[in-house]
């Protein structure tokens, strides 16, 4: 056993040194799941749902990524709503052997998402061709799209779909890009609880149904010119398009005002007249 | 506008800038673990990688096991067994917690806590490896598949965290790993860690040529 022992040294550090690498990237890209996280706590508030999908080790993925939102190992979070699509041996199998194994996530994706959905996929190498058309489907629904990649899955292939938010395992090692995605979603879950929890998302309005026309209800800030203040913290604002009622609750804003709007709540003034 | 996008989000309660830095934190604190751990383990997980190559070698079936998050790592490493691509020979590998049918129907008619050993009851023979999860090592269907395992002279091995609860205690297990760490989530990314190279180690062992 002393000489197995001797023979596994050289292996053992030679698995720590392939992961030190990778690991330390990722606390550099840690900018990127916080914009993410912030994304996904706006499309929650709307009532949004999270859709996970993967094959191979990534299937139990997304069903580990999915469980940690619908049942939070940390006492007191709330429950988010979350389902894998990779679950279902039978809606799986089902669909491959009628459509094709690349269909499998991305009709289920048109059945069952809705536009305020956010759609989470696994790029990792195996067979991504079923991700890449579910995250494709995604975002002509609508969706909130994110990927998580690997090293030789981020480009090309991630390049032509317009993924909302990447975020990458800086690996070509399948497993070692395994390990950074389980630490890129428990992060990426506690971060979306930060960000739901805050007042900013807390006094948000529900989602606007208007028919897409809505400029202040956007999942990105947008500034806009405040033409009137109104009673209850609200304010009429100026979109370059027309006028819209948004709630200036957060900031000390004037008519006038350029104020930075997200998911219809000034976030910021950012200067104007009305001072 | 261009330093960022949020200038004052959540309006004093949190920043982005706050947010990245715990999460940069984060990051190293897990990379941190699963380097500890490859130190403080690695050597009993070669010893343990050794035992099960010899097991594959002799016919032996690998079964994986845990509750939530830690029943997809146990799906994780079963495939991992089961179809490692071109890097390594595939080993017969199951997890057993896929099947809604029968996990439904021991939970319903059973018990909740017999999920795991009625299915190692079944499926399990002498020479056979059970590999159970636990973050908190005190998952009681996973305890008493270990104890069913250790029954049909199965190789035992258990993954836990903070401390290793009565895995550890009531030695549950012939091979245990117990990460040090009271956060479930970087007990579940060094546990990954220790099972991707517990694999890696199983490919090169010179017991499984």
Not at chain 1, 220 to 226: D, G, N, Q
Not at chain 2, 107 to 113: A, E, I, K, L, S
Request: charged letters at 20%.
């Amino acid at each position: 056993m002393a000489m197995g022992q001797q023979a596994g040294t050289a292996p053992l550090d030679e698995a720590a040194a392939r992961r030190a690498g990778p690991g330390k990237a990722l606390a550099a890209d840690a900018g990127r799941i916080v914009m993410c996280a912030l994304d996904m706590a706006e499309r929650f508030h709307r009532k949004g749902r999270l859709l996970t999908f993967g094959n191979g080790a990534a299937a139990a993925d997304a069903g580990h990524l999915a469980v940690e939102f619908t049942h939070p190992v940390i006492v007191g979070k709330r429950a988010l709503p979350a389902i894998s699509l990779a679950n279902d041996a039978a809606a799986v199998s089902g669909l491959a052997a009628a459509s094709g194994y690349e269909s499998v996530f991305a009709t289920q994706l048109r059945l069952l998402g809705r536009p305020e959905d956010i759609a989470v996929g696994f790029l990792t190498g195996d067979g991504c061709g079923s991700v890449r058309a579910a995250l494709a489907a995604a975002r002509d629904l609508g969706m909130l799209t994110v990927a998580l990649t690997a090293s030789g899955s981020d480009d090309g292939v991630v390049n032509g779909l317009e993924i909302h938010h990447v975020l990458p395992a800086r690996t070509g090692d399948p497993r070692v890009a395994r390990e950074i995605h389980v630490t890129i979603y428990h992060v990426l879950w506690e971060l979306v609880h930060v960000f739901y929890e805050d007042p900013v998302f807390s006094l948000a309005p529900a989602a606007c149904h208007d028919d897409g026309a809505c400029v202040t209800c956007a999942d990105t800030a947008v500034p806009v010119r405040v033409t009137e203040v109104r009673d209850g913290g609200l304010a009429v604002v100026d979109t370059g398009s027309g006028t819209e009622e948004i709630s200036v609750a957060l900031v000390e804003a004037r008519v006038g005002d350029v104020v930075l709007v997200h998911a219809k709540e000034a976030i910021a003034v950012l200067g104007g007249d009305g001072a | 506008m261009t330093g960022t996008l949020y200038p004052f989000l959540g309006t004093g309660q949190v920043t982005v800038e706050d947010v990245t830095r715990s999460s940069v934190e984060k990051a190293g604190e897990s990379l941190a673990l699963r380097l500890r751990v490859l130190e403080g383990l690695g050597p009993a997980l070669a010893e343990c990688a050794d035992v099960l190559a010899a097991a594959f070698r002799s016919g032996g079936r690998l079964y994986t096991f845990g509750n939530g998050g830690s029943s997809t790592d146990a799906q994780s490493v079963a495939q991992l067994f089961l179809t490692p691509g071109a890097d390594g020979r595939s080993l017969p590998a199951m997890s057993l917690t896929g099947d809604a049918a029968l996990l439904t129907a021991l939970g319903n008619d059973v018990d909740f806590d017999v999920i795991f050993a009625r299915q190692l009851a079944a499926l399990g023979r002498r020479g056979d490896i059970a590999l159970g999860l636990s973050t908190s090592g005190g998952s009681a269907n996973v305890l008493r598949g270990l104890e069913e395992a250790r029954r049909r002279e199965m190789v035992t091995v258990g993954f836990a965290g903070s401390g290793g609860g009565r895995m550890a205690t009531e030695e549950l297990a012939d091979h245990l790993f117990v990460i040090p760490s009271s956060s479930v989530h970087r007990v579940q990314e060094a546990q990954t860690t220790a099972c991707h190279v517990l694999w890696e180690l199983v490919q090169r062992s010179p017991a499984g040529a």
